[in-house]
């Protein structure tokens, strides 16, 4: 496997020491969407929220900062959850495992974050499928990933791991989960001078 297939593969299910490093890195370079997205979703105490694809809980730790929330965790890397529940201590129910396939009652959460996660969704949708059945009517999901024209300049992002988004394509693979067109309102946003992402509010 050459480096840009192993990094594109780690990227998707950080593992072992080189997927610890990696998770620290993650950190680092989505504070900015991480920031973003938490101000979306602008939780409330209370609610209890999903964060899909946690990694290393750095979006949890913010998510607990801004409100009283009953928190929730899901992933499927075993090194992202153990590095999770060092970070957050009790302070969140995390769940190992890819949120396609967590029970979660339905209806069962205020709000929900998929960040950096949707890369790795099927073509029919099952990622949006079971955040929205997870999300109690009117509740939310934010979501962010980098646009396509800044992914395509990268060569992991060309592995056949990620799928790439415009805004167009966002909407659509949040529509293939069951959200609505008219609950969906995507917006483009510069992370960095050559890096733009897109961020993603849907209604259920
Ligand atoms: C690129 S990292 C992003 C981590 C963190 N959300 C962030 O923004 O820094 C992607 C994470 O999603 C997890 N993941 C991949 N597929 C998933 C799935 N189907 N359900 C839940 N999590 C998934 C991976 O294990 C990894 O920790």
């Known amino acids: 496997m050459g480096f840009s297939e192993g990094l594109a593969a780690q990227l998707s299910l950080p593992q072992g020491m080189v997927g610890l490093l990696l998770g620290g890195a993650m950190d680092i370079a989505n504070r900015v969407p991480t920031r973003l997205a938490l101000d979306l979703l602008a939780p409330q105490d209370g ?3 999903l964060d899909a ?3 290393t809980g750095a979006a949890l730790v913010g998510l607990l900062r801004r409100a009283d929330v009953r928190a929730v965790g899901i992933d499927p890397s075993v090194t992202m959850l153990e590095a999770a529940t060092r970070r957050l ?3 969140a129910l995390l769940i190992p495992g890819t949120v396609e396939r967590a029970a979660l009652a339905p209806a069962s959460f205020d709000g929900a974050l998929l960040l950096n996660v949707l890369y790795f969704t099927d073509w029919q949708g099952r990622m949006a499928a079971a955040i929205y059945r ?3 009517p009117g509740g ?7 646009h396509r024209q800044t992914m395509s300049g990268w060569r992991f992002a060309q ?3 990620h799928r790439l988004f415009d805004r167009q394509e966002l909407a659509s693979a949040l529509v293939a989960g069951g959200f609505v067109p008219e609950r969906i309102w995507v917006q483009e946003v510069p ?3 050559s890096i733009r992402g897109l961020l993603v509010r849907a209604v259920r």
């Open 89 to 91: 201590r009790g302070r």
């Open 47 to 49: 609610e209890r929220i």
């Open 53 to 55: 694809g946690c990694g």
């Open 191 to 193: 992370v960095t001078r």
């Open 159 to 161: 592995a056949g791991k």
């Open 134 to 136: 997870a999300l109690r």
């Open 140 to 146: 939310r999901l934010v979501a962010y990933v980098t």
